[in-house]
């Protein structure tokens, strides 16, 4: 799925229907239990030094929703990336709370 988007604007002309084969296996795989690994969004207490923020990343997803979260391997690059992601998000959040 990581290129989906290019082959849908390639078959459609349009990446709207990419959000739609998206939720759709979503809703498949914890609708039949398939426990796929997809990358989803979901409430994480601490990620990179960064508590109480939401990103997506690689989890179990099956019956139960999503049953577990995936351990990824990073280089120190990809590491500050992700704190720099996780950070963003964060303050965003912030500033739409105050």
Do not use: F, N
């Not at 290019?6 to 990419?18: F, L, N, P, S, V």
């Not at 989803?40 to 099956?62: C, K, M």
């Not at 351990?71 to 998000?89: M, V």
Request: cysteine-free; hydrophobic content about 40%.
């Amino acid at each position: 799925m990581r290129k989906a988007a290019y082959h849908i604007i390639e078959g459609k002309g349009a990446i709207y229907y990419g959000i739609g084969v998206a939720v759709t296996h979503i809703v498949d795989s914890i609708e039949h239990d398939h426990r796929s690994i997809l990358t989803v969004s979901a409430h994480l207490d601490q990620i990179e030094g960064v508590d109480d923020v939401t990103l997506s990343l690689p989890h179990i997803v099956g019956g139960e929703g999503i049953m577990k979260r995936l351990p990824i391997e990073l280089d120190p690059i990809e590491h500050e990336a992700l704190a720099h992601s996780a950070r963003t998000i964060k303050s965003v959040i912030e500033e739409l709370r105050a």
